[in-house]
């Protein structure tokens, strides 16, 4: 048995049903998972380590719902920085296509470093190409080492440019082989239990890069297995167009039809839909991983988060791949995502109002969406917030810094408002990950080093 003693935090921020602020608050952590919550005073006095927040806000591990760890390797493409999703998409394709296991591997750490610098504790990741011999295998491994826990979607692209697809056919695999190695992962590394560090997930890349018999097969496949579901949905209007005259259907009929609906799927970016296809997500249960500084990148548009929320639909927030937002920064992307609702508030009137109860979107709301938000899409009910008998993930933030000067009347607020920054602390199931601001489960620099190597190479080798 092991114990961690966390006390006098400046503000404790628990996210649970009854948003409890606490000042000097803290945790008293055993094997992992939180027994007790509350005032300093009240927790025991001893334990095997004892962390003191004094001056810090602490508050729980923020999770990430939709990323693609391997585009760290190809930020600011030049040839991509000013595309939509589309050619953004066939001018990296075969940059891509050159990925070794080692390549995913570390690009793998790289997001994952990132990311727990931003506070994130839970990281759902979509890797759905598999040259040179790569494998689902190799990030798993890789987040191993970093410490995070990890969502493991084994993604797939089996609709190449011959037969109508969007990728070229040297990256899309055969169907038999996807569904053989979607069990192999399932049987190795998929961990149903509370406090799980690695879940796989069946992800089949969008509806413009698989076909409908490989989305209802592993569909299949994954309720056999109790496995989560997920997809890229309805991101841009090139691809509603397409699934038109494709499908003959919208990109959410296309799902209904293919049996994709349920509390076991969630789906990325889902920016164009209607008010009755909101009401299928809200009737069927199905996520939303709303990831606003991509969209904003590529041009896709605003999803509309208000309308989600308002009708029961599950959202959490998603940094998306980094070649489309070119940094995994989770308190970046709760700012962003608060931003963009309110532009969109914006264009469509709802600000301007003069009903009381149309309010734009709160800082605490977008936190909401980077912690509970998360866990719920993702299906888990061991995170997301502080209480007693989940696990003990949480992030704490030094308050006394220039970035919050001036601020601290509303630290939980100052979080989202003022300008993102790295994080003191990440701790996933009472293990440190960042220690007083650095990385204590891999060297920064060397990592930096070795990611910027294999990122020279894969350009170099595809001019």
Same mark, same amino acid.
């Given at each position: 048995?092991?114990?961690?003693?966390?006390?006098?935090?400046?503000?404790?921020?628990?996210?649970?049903?009854? $948003?409890?602020?606490?000042?000097?608050?803290?945790?008293?952590?055993?094997?992992?998972?939180?027994?007790?919550?509350?005032?300093?005073?009240?927790?025991?006095?001893?334990?095997?380590?004892?962390?003191?927040?004094?001056?810090?806000?602490?508050?729980?591990?923020?999770?990430?719902?939709?990323?693609?760890?391997?585009?760290?390797?190809?930020?600011?493409?030049?040839?991509?920085?000013?595309?939509?999703?589309?050619?953004?998409?066939?001018?990296?394709?075969?940059?891509? @296509?050159?990925?070794?296991?080692?390549?995913?591997?570390?690009?793998?750490?790289?997001?994952?470093?990132?990311?727990?610098?931003?506070?994130?504790?839970?990281?759902?990741?979509?890797?759905?190409?598999?040259?040179?011999?790569?494998?689902?295998?190799?990030?798993? @491994?890789?987040?191993?080492?970093?410490?995070?826990?990890?969502?493991?979607?084994? #993604?797939?692209?089996?609709?190449?440019?011959?037969?109508?697809?969007?990728?070229?056919?040297?990256?899309?695999?055969?169907?038999?082989?996807?569904?053989?190695?979607?069990?192999?992962?399932? $049987?190795?590394?998929?961990?149903?239990?509370?406090?799980?560090?690695? $879940?796989?997930?069946?992800?089949?890349?969008?509806?413009?890069?698989?076909?409908?018999?490989?989305?209802?097969?592993?569909?299949?496949?994954?309720?056999?297995?109790?496995?989560?579901?997920?997809?890229?949905?309805?991101?841009?209007?090139?691809?509603? $167009?397409?699934?038109?005259?494709?499908?003959?259907?919208?990109?959410?009929?296309?799902?209904?039809?293919?049996?994709?609906?349920?509390?076991?799927?969630?789906?990325?970016?889902?920016?164009?839909?209607?008010?009755?296809?909101?009401?299928?997500?809200?009737?069927?249960?199905?996520?939303?991983?709303?990831?606003?500084?991509?969209?904003?990148?590529?041009?896709?548009?605003?999803?509309?988060?208000?309308?989600?929320?308002?009708?029961?639909?599950?959202?959490?927030?998603?940094?998306?791949?980094?070649?489309?937002?070119?940094?995994?920064?989770?308190?970046?992307?709760?700012?962003?995502?608060?931003?963009? +609702?309110?532009?969109?508030?914006?264009?469509?009137?709802?600000?301007?109002?003069?009903?009381?109860?149309?309010?734009?979107?709160?800082?605490?709301?977008?936190?909401?969406?980077?912690?509970?938000?998360? +866990?719920?899409?993702?299906?888990?009910?061991?995170?997301?917030?502080?209480?007693? #008998?989940?696990?003990?993930?949480?992030?704490?933030?030094?308050?006394?810094?220039?970035?919050?000067?001036?601020?601290?009347?509303?630290?939980?607020?100052?979080?989202?408002?003022?300008?993102?920054?790295?994080?003191?602390?990440?701790?996933?199931?009472?293990?440190?990950?960042?220690?007083?601001?650095?990385?204590?489960?891999?060297?920064?620099?060397?990592?930096?080093?070795?990611?910027?190597?294999?990122?020279?190479?894969?350009?170099?080798?595809?001019?």
């Amino acid at each position: 048995m092991s114990t961690l003693l966390v006390k006098h935090a400046a503000l404790l921020v628990t996210m649970d049903d009854h $948003q409890r602020e606490i000042p000097d608050g803290g945790l008293f952590v055993r094997d992992g998972f939180i027994e007790q919550v509350g005032p300093s005073d009240e927790l025991p006095g001893e334990a095997d380590e004892v962390l003191d927040l004094s001056g810090h806000i602490l508050l729980p591990g923020l999770i990430n719902t939709h990323h693609h760890f391997y585009q760290t390797l190809t930020r600011v493409v030049p040839a991509a920085q000013d595309a939509n999703l589309f050619h953004w998409l066939k001018t990296l394709y075969p940059i891509w @296509a050159r990925l070794t296991p080692e390549d995913i591997f570390i690009s793998t750490q790289t997001a994952l470093a990132e990311l727990a610098l931003s506070g994130c504790t839970t990281a759902s990741d979509h890797l759905y190409l598999f040259p040179n011999g790569s494998k689902l295998d190799d990030e798993i @491994a890789a987040a191993r080492e970093i410490g995070l826990r990890l969502q493991a979607s084994r #993604g797939s692209m089996s609709l190449g440019e011959s037969q109508g697809g969007l990728p070229p056919d040297s990256v899309v695999d055969a169907e038999d082989a996807i569904l053989n190695d979607s069990l192999r992962l399932i $049987q190795a590394y998929h961990d149903p239990n509370p406090g799980a560090m690695t $879940q796989i997930v069946l992800a089949p890349c969008s509806p413009f890069s698989v076909t409908g018999d490989l989305m209802r097969e592993s569909a299949k496949l994954a309720r056999e297995y109790g496995v989560r579901l997920h997809t890229h949905l309805a991101e841009t209007e090139d691809e509603e $167009q397409f699934c038109l005259e494709r499908f003959g259907h919208r990109p959410v009929g296309y799902m209904q039809e293919l049996g994709w609906v349920g509390d076991d799927v969630w789906f990325a970016h889902a920016i164009w839909v209607n008010e009755e296809e909101i009401g299928v997500f809200a009737r069927h249960g199905c996520g939303v991983a709303h990831c606003p500084s991509s969209n904003m990148r590529l041009a896709s548009g605003i999803a509309p988060i208000r309308e989600y929320r308002a009708a029961g639909v599950n959202v959490g927030l998603g940094v998306d791949g980094s070649a489309s937002n070119d940094g995994s920064h989770m308190l970046a992307e709760a700012r962003q995502a608060m931003l963009l +609702a309110r532009v969109r508030e914006g264009i469509t009137g709802f600000s301007r109002s003069d009903d009381p109860s149309r309010k734009l979107m709160t800082a605490r709301e977008a936190l909401t969406l980077a912690t509970r938000g998360g +866990a719920a899409v993702l299906g888990r009910t061991d995170i997301g917030s502080l209480e007693v #008998g989940k696990c003990a993930d949480f992030t704490a933030i030094n308050l006394n810094r220039l970035d919050y000067a001036g601020a601290l009347h509303d630290p939980v607020a100052a979080l989202v408002f003022c300008q993102p920054v790295r994080v003191d602390y990440t701790v996933v199931g009472g293990r440190f990950v960042v220690k007083e601001g650095h990385l204590v489960t891999v060297d920064e620099a060397d990592l930096v080093e070795r990611h910027n190597r294999a990122a020279r190479r894969l350009l170099e080798e595809t001019r």
